[in-house]
């Protein structure tokens, strides 16, 4: 169905190619999975087949690629439109119109389909992606999830013989991510669709995958082959490989199911060790984080003169906590965004916000660095109210990186970007460099902000905020995007930080990081807290909230692999395996 | 018996239903409604009369509009209006105004001109006549600009391009998504500002637009790129293949055609050219129309559901018409009690048939069908 021969893509000012001599051939009616590390072309691969990539990103194409026979060299997007669907990383950038009914015909409009057919086709599409009882709401008022299923929507009323998906569920919550996985399942099964998609978060998809295509370096030439035997050898990999890999399961479980009907004799094993490792809530040693320069080391300016200086000095945490949030309520609109939400953080303690997207973990966050302003209820961060505390106080409190790290960075290079976070925090000029430097490692001074990758992006954020030393820390969505390797190294950043005695609290949908990282787990659900524990508590007895590795193990309570792995190596009793 | 049953069926069918994709008014009858009190307004100073037009869009807006996005727009208009009425007093009060009057309220220093600027006038002596007289214009510029705020809030201007021909279509749509650039640039600025404050920095001053200036307009050109490649990939401007002949045709029928409207227009109004004038313009406005015509026939597109003009829409654009034919006849008859007057100060009364015209404007607040309540959660927030 497509077929790439020879091809190579090289931009303009680039002085390598993104992608050289992928050979390559998709068959009719097959779910194709596109992974490797960021930065490797996956995106230009997928911009080639739908036609964009030469005709409308410029850069130069040698070789060529055809899809049912047509060839993008001759055929422009446009004239590939009837053939080839493409929803690409933000579905907000994907909508031309602004009602969901519209948004489904534009594209049979477009290709002059008989009104009939449109009727028809609109009405089952909204059926096959659930969709019938938003037909007339604007777009800009569906949640994320629902966002994404118009999208793909959108592209399937054309009858496209192939759909061509960039991380279709990265943004979404795991209910969410299954209902699209679902529906693009059913394409592929029902109706000989092609699909070919690049997902980072591999353990949602690689189960459904029937190929899977491996692009292991910039500039290398894929590998392809059945999921099991590409990810035998794939640098990124979802943990129930990993866990597949460390127990030696010769044919590689790929889903839940297939890696629990072989697990038995690790569960086995691991029963007779003691228990999992000793669950860290608080590293208890931990000191409440000497408060960074509090009103001593402010660059004196104007403004800071008749600043509310008062408010500066009581900043002693009442009780040993980082931040107290009670009897929370926000109201937008006639939207309650938050109801009686009660939460204390203490220092050096992690806590993860989870539930499903637009149930109000965003809206707490900001709400605890005061740009939103409690209806009811009461918020301290520091011993502060954040909403009625001057920014540049609460920067020293609290710190969020927000979902788009982007947002956070004005100047055009790095060095820059620090000067200016030193000065705006009133630390010492090189501290933020430092911290680049060991949360980015290798990245020249002259950077430009946008030329960096995802993750580099996001470590830079945090190495602004964090140089105002907050002893609380925000995390907004931080793995939306990132590969596995980026992934451990945020984790690794911020253990580190948490062992400092820094408080994190991330909003996530990554129940695999949320596993990984926190010690505490808080779901939220239409704006109420719903359960708040200790990880392993909350998270083993949720399906969908527990990671691979408690659902494979699932009477015992581990958590992730490296918990497996550090049982199995480290206590003698046992006998060492590959 | 029969008789209740008869008038049950009737009010019945004469009740609103709930408004869905296939009962919606089309917009155009909106924008004539919506244009029809605007036209009545533009025929009368009185400031009660004003009122009640205000007052009638008004109504019609809150019965009728949905909670799209598009459809907050009036709150922005009215607020819009009063601006204006500000404006024109101010400009009233510090630059003069031509209206003669006795009752001074208070004088302003003068600003001595020299020659050259003879006529305009800062400061001085200001009268009750000239505040009054800048009020009761602004009011109807106001006014004017409410009954749009209303059209706009209660169609989708995007919808309104499903009434434009095919030729025009892919035009309509470019300048669309050129205008939903607007309102995501406000989007950008708020999400910039908020994560300033992240930064510790203030978020507001000069210094502040200065700094996000730049990545704001990047991310919005970054947007327009990503939503064309999206419309491209999505065969937007996908052309039909049109002999040679056909193609050239409507080149020469358009721009002939266009050329002729100029001239015909130049014609009319050179006063020395009234002759050919009017048969000219005829003549280049059938071209034209023949070489949009001409044209359609290069673009493939199909039209999904287009809106229908039913009864109900008949009835909006006509109480929209009814209300402007009402005031136009009125002012010629009665000028008087549609331009209360100025310069000896009289109190404004309601003329009593232009106000019960100026109530036929209600009637799309009961024919209009009704939009459903509003959605308990309103998932705005994304996360």
């Known amino acids: 169905m497509i077929r790439f021969e020879q091809v190579s893509v090289r931009y303009e000012g680039t002085d390598r190619p993104t992608l050289s001599g992928v050979d390559l051939t998709v068959p009719e009616g097959e779910l194709v999975l596109l992974v490797g590390p960021s930065g490797v072309g996956k995106s230009t691969l997928l911009g080639a087949v739908s036609g964009l990539v030469p005709h409308f990103t410029g ?520 | 018996m029969t008789r209740t049953t008869g008038a049950a069926r009737l009010s019945r069918a004469l009740r609103a239903p709930e408004a869905t994709r296939g009962n919606a008014l089309p917009a155009g009858a909106w924008w004539l409604w919506a244009l029809g009190l605007a036209a009545a307004a533009s025929r009368t100073t009185n400031p009660l009369l004003l009122g009640l037009l205000v007052g009638v869009a008004g109504y019609v807006v809150a019965a009728r509009r949905t909670d799209a996005p598009w459809a907050r727009s009036y709150g922005a208009f009215l607020k819009l209006g009063l601006f204006v009425i500000g404006v024109r007093l101010l400009f009233s009060v510090f630059l003069g105004s031509p209206v003669p009057g006795t009752h001074t309220l208070f004088t302003l220093p003068g600003l001595p001109l020299p020659d050259w600027a003879q006529g305009v006038r800062i400061g001085g002596r200001v009268t009750a006549e000239q505040v009054v007289f800048a009020l009761y214009d602004g009011a109807k510029l106001a006014a004017l600009l409410i009954c749009v705020g209303a059209a706009n809030s209660l169609a989708n201007p995007a919808r309104l391009l499903k009434s434009l021909p095919g030729a025009l279509y892919e035009a309509g749509v470019a300048v669309v998504v050129a205008m939903t650039f607007a309102p995501n640039l406000v989007a950008d600025v708020v999400r910039l500002r908020t994560a300033r404050r992240l930064r510790g920095r203030p978020t507001g001053g000069i210094g502040a637009v200065l700094q996000i200036g730049l990545p704001v307009l990047e991310g919005a050109l970054e947007r327009s790129v990503a939503v064309a490649a999206s419309m491209d990939a999505r065969g937007y401007g996908r052309t039909a293949r049109v002999p040679a002949s056909v193609r050239r045709t409507t080149n020469a029928l358009t721009l002939g055609g266009l050329l002729g409207v100029c001239a015909g227009t130049y014609g009319l109004l050179a006063a020395e050219g009234a002759v050919y004038g009017l048969p000219l313009l005829l003549a280049g406005l059938v071209a034209a129309l023949a070489g949009l015509r001409l044209g359609g026939r290069r673009t493939v597109r199909t039209r999904y559901r287009p809106d229908r003009w039913g009864a109900r829409a008949w009835l909006v654009a006509g109480s929209g018409a009814a209300v402007a034919a009402a005031m136009i006849w009125a002012a010629a008859a009665d000028p008087a009690a549609l331009h209360p007057g100025v310069v000896p100060l009289t109190a404004p009364v309601l003329p009593l048939w232009p106000a019960a015209a100026v109530l036929i404007g209600l009637l799309p607040a009961a024919v209009a069908p009704v939009p459903p309540p509003a959605s308990p959660k309103d998932s705005e927030e994304q996360s």
Not at chain 1, 140 to 146: P, R, V, Y
Not at chain 1, 295 to 316: I, K, S
Not at chain 1, 453 to 462: K, M, T, Y
Request: aromatic fraction near 2%.
């Open chain 1, 59 to 578: 850069g130069v194409l040698t070789g060529r690629v055809t899809v049912d026979g047509r060839d993008t060299r001759t055929h422009k997007p446009r004239e590939l439109a009837d053939l080839v669907g493409t929803v690409g990383q933000d579905p907000l950038a994907h909508f031309v119109t602004d009602t969901v009914e519209d948004e489904l015909a534009y594209g049979m409009e477009s290709l002059g389909l008989a009104p009939g057919v449109m009727r028809r086709r609109v009405e089952e599409t909204l059926d096959l992606l659930g969709l019938a009882e938003l037909r007339d709401r604007p777009i800009a008022t569906l949640s994320g999830g629902q966002q994404q299923r118009v999208a793909i929507g959108s592209v399937l009323t054309p009858h496209p013989k192939v759909l061509v998906l960039d991380e279709p569920t990265s943004a979404l919550d795991p209910a969410a991510a299954e209902d699209v996985l679902a529906v693009l399942q059913r394409l592929v099964h029902d109706l000989g669709t092609t699909v070919l998609m690049a997902e980072h978060r591999l353990e949602r998809v690689v189960q459904y995958a029937d190929q899977v295509v491996l692009l292991p370096s910039p500039g290398a030439s894929p590998v392809m082959g059945t999921p099991a035997d590409v990810m035998a050898v794939s640098p990124v990999r979802p943990p129930v490989v990993a866990l597949g890999r460390l127990a030696g399961w010769e044919p590689l479980p790929l889903s839940v199911r297939d890696a629990r009907r072989r697990a038995a004799g690790l569960r086995e094993r691991l029963a007779r060790i003691p228990l999992p490792a000793p669950e860290g809530p608080s590293p208890s040693p931990a000191p409440p984080e000497p408060l960074p320069a509090p009103a001593a080391v402010p660059p004196t300016f104007l403004g800071r003169l008749l600043g509310r200086r008062p408010h500066t000095a009581p900043g002693p945490l009442p009780d040993g906590d980082v931040t107290r949030v009670e009897g929370l309520g926000v109201r937008r609109g006639r939207v309650e965004a938050l109801r009686r939400v009660s939460l204390s953080v203490a220092p050096g303690e992690t806590v993860a916000l989870m539930g499903r997207n637009g149930a109000g973990k965003s809206t707490l966050l900001t709400t605890l660095v005061g740009m939103i302003e409690p209806t009811t209820g009461s918020v301290l961060v520091g011993g502060l109210p954040p909403s009625r505390t001057e920014p540049r106080t609460m920067a020293r409190r609290v710190g969020l990186v927000p979902q788009e790290p982007r947002d956070l960075l004005y100047a055009d290079t790095v060095a820059a970007e620090c000067a200016a976070a030193d000065s705006d925090a009133g630390a010492p000029a090189g501290s933020c460099r430092a911290l680049v430097s060991e949360l980015l490692p290798g990245v020249p001074d002259d950077t430009h902000p946008r030329d960096l990758s995802e993750g580099q992006r996001l470590a830079l954020a945090l190495a602004l905020v964090l140089t105002a030393r907050p002893p609380l820390l925000l995390l907004d969505e931080p793995t939306r995007g990132l590969d596995y390797a980026a992934k451990a190294r945020l984790v690794g950043v911020l253990r580190r930080l948490a062992s400092k005695g820094h408080a994190i609290v991330l909003a996530t949908h990554d129940v695999e990081l949320t596993a990984e990282l926190a010690h505490r787990v808080v779901i939220l659900a239409d704006g109420e807290v719903v359960a708040d524990g200790p990880t392993r508590q909350v998270v083993v007895s949720s399906p969908a909230f527990a990671p691979q590795t408690a659902k494979i193990l699932a009477p015992q309570e581990w958590l992730t692999v490296a918990q497996v792995r550090a049982a199995l190596e480290a206590p003698v009793p046992g006998e060492p395996t590959a």
